[in-house]
């Protein structure tokens, strides 16, 4: 019996043991670490049409630097505005993942908040003479950068850096602007806080995008086109137009984002990659455009137009119908677009 009760015992243990074993997987088992992806396949959206440099050379640049620094693990899909989203939708779709990248004027985004039509670049907000260095240290180290940011912030969207446009606006008319007398009934295409100067001067305005102008300009539906001063050259503006008006009224800006989330995925080394791939593009931005600004005048009789450029006492008036009516009306558009200029003011010292 004693035997027959040991080998009882001793099975009862065995068939707890075979259970035990059976159940420790199902609960005790660690989880399975996910690897972290090793190459990254995104999307750029910028905010203009073909023909634009940006589009077509300065993102390339910044595309192709990215890709051969990180040996192809970061890839990146070029689209031209309105391909995946509205650059007026930008915000909204690159917060909310549409694309990992875009790369705007952030006017086009003042129908969500009138002060970004600001960060682009308001008129005469860099004092006398526009420029690139003097426009970065406004956009990117005073105060009014970290306005940018906190926008941005509310969006899941990161700032990775600036690039200018150049000079703004580039215009080219079909009717001889000789003095600020001058500028009374004509049709310009415009926008914004260069729409409100414009009008201020006498000028009415239209918009249309920025594709449509060429023919706009040939069939007289305006008297004006604006756009950076690639336009000239690249989008063949010299064809339809008769005069170029100078000088330009400020420096415009682009900046290039991504969304957060998307960022928090990239390696350390590849975000650096970015940031200074961005540079590189910055770089190449501003010295195309400096270039272009000179060759449109150095080549105007070739390419078939008149240089105007205005005189010092109408741009001295420009700028004060400026501080005195455009800035005040601007900031009244909205409290950040307030805060905005009173940072510009502050930081130049301005009344």
């Known amino acids: 019996m004693k035997r027959k009760r040991l080998l009882m015992l001793i099975g009862s243990i065995c068939l707890t043991l075979v259970l035990a074993a059976l159940l420790l997987p199902a609960c005790a088992a660690p989880e399975e670490e996910v690897a972290a992806p090793t190459t990254f396949e995104w999307r750029l959206q910028g905010s203009f049409c073909a023909g634009d440099h940006a589009m077509d050379v300065g993102i390339p640049i910044f595309i192709d630097f990215i890709e051969k620094e990180t040996d192809g693990r970061l890839t990146i899909d070029k689209f031209y505005d309105g391909e995946v989203y509205a650059s007026e939708d930008m915000l909204s779709g690159l917060g909310e993942g549409l694309t990992e990248m875009g790369d705007a004027d952030p006017t086009y985004f003042s129908g969500v908040e009138p002060a970004c039509d600001i960060w682009g670049g308001p008129p005469f907000s860099n004092l006398r003479t526009p420029t690139g260095g003097d426009t970065y240290a406004l956009q990117m180290m005073s105060p009014l950068s970290e306005l940018w940011r906190g926008l941005l912030g509310e969006y899941n969207i990161r700032l990775i850096g600036l690039e200018t446009f150049g000079p703004y606006p580039l215009m080219c008319s079909n009717k001889p602007i000789r003095s600020n007398a001058d500028w009374a009934g004509v049709k310009v ?163």
């Open 189 to 351: 295409r415009s926008y914004g806080c260069y729409a409100m100067l414009y009008e201020e001067l006498g000028a009415s305005t239209v918009w249309i995008p920025g594709a449509d102008q060429y023919e706009a300009l040939m069939l007289g539906t305006i008297d004006m086109a604006t756009w950076s001063f690639e336009a000239v050259e690249d989008m063949h503006w010299n064809e339809v137009m008769d005069y170029l008006i100078l000088p330009e009224w400020c420096t415009e800006v682009g900046v290039s984002l991504v969304n957060k989330d998307a960022w928090g995925t990239l390696p350390a080394d590849i975000q650096d990659i970015v940031e200074e791939g961005q540079r590189v593009y910055a770089r190449e931005s501003t010295d195309f455009t400096n270039a272009a600004y000179q060759r449109v005048q150095d080549m105007a009789d070739e390419w078939g137009y008149e240089v105007i450029t205005l005189s010092d006492a109408d741009v001295d008036e420009m700028r004060q119908l400026t501080y005195d009516k455009v800035w005040p009306d601007m900031a009244a558009l909205s409290p950040l677009s307030a805060e905005a200029i009173e940072l510009i003011k502050d930081w130049y010292g301005l009344e």
